[in-house]
């Protein structure tokens, strides 16, 4: 089973960007669909964006498109979210998470990482 660390979430002024990783241990990273979610406080946690085994197609929740990029690179293990022109709203805790299907549904993931935490500033 992978095992998944997030990394790169931090305090940002609204319009700017991040970068999120989540690495995973294991070899069998490519066998995986990787999505990320994210939580804002008193929220439920919701889809952001998904990518397939290879990396040949790409999902995203209608918030976060034309903003968000999510890429993966299957040589060195790690999955990103670039993420561009941050709003307040976009405030959360960001999770990624590995399953078999690109779903939007977090119950279709069975691997999550501990999650980072990305601040926008207005």
């Known amino acids: 089973q992978v095992q998944l660390v997030e990394s790169g979430g931090g305090l940002v002024q609204a319009g700017g960007s991040l970068r999120l990783s989540c690495a995973a241990s294991g070899r069998t990273f490519s066998s995986y669909v990787m999505g990320w979610f994210r939580q804002a406080p008193g929220k439920v946690r919701e889809f952001v964006a998904s990518?397939?085994?290879?990396?040949?197609?790409?999902y995203y929740t209608d918030f976060v498109k034309g903003r968000f990029t999510i890429s993966r690179d299957n040589a060195q293990n790690t999955v990103y979210l670039q993420m561009n022109s941050l709003k307040p709203e976009d405030t959360a805790v960001y999770y990624c998470?590995?399953?078999?299907?690109?779903?939007?549904?977090?119950?279709?993931?069975?691997?999550w990482g501990q999650g980072t935490q990305v601040t926008v500033s207005s």
């Open positions: 998470a590995a399953g078999p299907v690109p779903a939007s549904i977090s119950v279709s993931y069975n691997t």
């Open positions: 990518i397939t085994r290879s990396g040949s197609s790409t």
